[in-house]
């Protein structure tokens, strides 16, 4: 399912909204609501809106477990940290305890051992894995031509990807399957060649790997959808 907001602040605030309704559910059916977020700079606004609703749902915030879809192999302290962006913009605000926060150790010498270590914490169906898209179509580390791509066991790997920092960890195809919702959230024109083929009836996952996830709750800003030639 794609929707189209007018601008990123209403696709932000739809972002936010979808999250918090998602896990309203999961924890009326399972008394628990295990999230998994995105890095890059696209869910940011997102995360900054949803703050305040898990704030101030106690109930909520006590059923939540947060997770990371890809981690850069970088200390937490990080500017390229997806945990920082996290904590900064959602852990934090939201006052989300320490217990409740599982993140990948991307500090850790041995990044193939950490994505196994992962791997063996990482819920078996999370409630909602929240994901962006590049603009050459990768979606959390998994990029065009990723031997990761192949991987039908592993939930999570250690890849190399083509931009700093190179070396990261990831979902893998089966790690993005087994969810129970998946929540894309995309913006801007630089996108809309990747979109196009994501939507096309037929394309190719090793060159767009985010159409591992096209059967996902799409949400795009309208220069993104217009650049696509989306109405």
Same mark, same amino acid.
């Given at each position: 399912?794609?929707?189209?907001?007018?601008?990123?602040?209403?696709?932000?605030?739809?972002?936010?909204?979808?999250?918090? %309704?998602?896990?309203?559910?999961?924890?009326?059916?399972?008394?628990?609501?295990?999230?998994?977020?995105?890095?890059?700079?696209?869910?940011?606004?997102?995360?900054?809106?949803?703050?305040?609703?898990?704030?101030?749902?106690?109930?909520?915030?006590?059923?939540?477990?947060?997770?990371?879809?890809?981690?850069?192999?970088?200390?937490?302290?990080?500017?390229? %940290?997806?945990?920082?962006?996290?904590?900064?913009?959602?852990?934090?605000?939201?006052?989300?305890?320490?217990?409740?926060?599982?993140?990948?150790?991307?500090?850790?010498?041995?990044?193939?051992?950490?994505?196994?270590?992962?791997?063996?914490?990482?819920?078996?169906?999370?409630?909602?894995?929240?994901?962006?898209?590049?603009?050459?179509?990768?979606?959390?580390?998994?990029?065009?031509?990723?031997?990761?791509?192949?991987?039908?066991?592993?939930?999570?790997?250690?890849?190399?990807?083509?931009?700093?920092?190179?070396?990261?960890?990831?979902?893998?195809?089966?790690?993005?399957?087994?969810?129970?919702?998946?929540?894309?959230?995309?913006?801007?024109?630089?996108?809309?060649?990747?979109?196009?083929?994501?939507?096309?009836?037929?394309?190719?996952?090793?060159?767009?790997?985010?159409?591992?996830?096209?059967?996902?709750?799409?949400?795009?800003?309208?220069?993104?959808?217009?650049?696509?030639?989306?109405?």
């Amino acid at each position: 399912m794609l929707q189209v907001y007018p601008d990123y602040e209403a696709l932000s605030a739809a972002a936010a909204e979808f999250s918090r %309704s998602a896990g309203r559910e999961s924890f009326l059916k399972r008394g628990r609501f295990d999230l998994v977020l995105s890095g890059g700079r696209t869910p940011k606004r997102a995360y900054e809106l949803l703050a305040p609703m898990i704030r101030l749902d106690v109930r909520l915030r006590g059923a939540l477990r947060v997770f990371w879809g890809d981690e850069r192999c970088v200390p937490p302290e990080s500017d390229e %940290s997806n945990y920082r962006l996290a904590k900064e913009t959602l852990i934090d605000p939201a006052l989300i305890p320490a217990r409740s926060v599982f993140r990948i150790q991307g500090e850790s010498p041995d990044p193939a051992a950490e994505a196994e270590r992962y791997d063996s914490v990482f819920p078996a169906a999370p409630d909602l894995i929240v994901l962006g898209m590049g603009a050459d179509g990768h979606t959390a580390s998994l990029f065009p031509g990723s031997p990761a791509l192949k991987e039908t066991a592993r939930r999570f790997v250690a890849v190399t990807g083509p931009v700093e920092p190179k070396r990261r960890i990831s979902l893998s195809p089966a790690g993005l399957t087994s969810a129970r919702r998946v929540l894309v959230i995309a913006s801007g024109p630089d996108k809309a060649s990747a979109l196009a083929r994501v939507l096309a009836e037929d394309g190719d996952v090793s060159r767009t790997p985010a159409r591992l996830v096209r059967d996902g709750n799409w949400l795009v800003d309208r220069a993104l959808a217009d650049a696509a030639g989306i109405r």
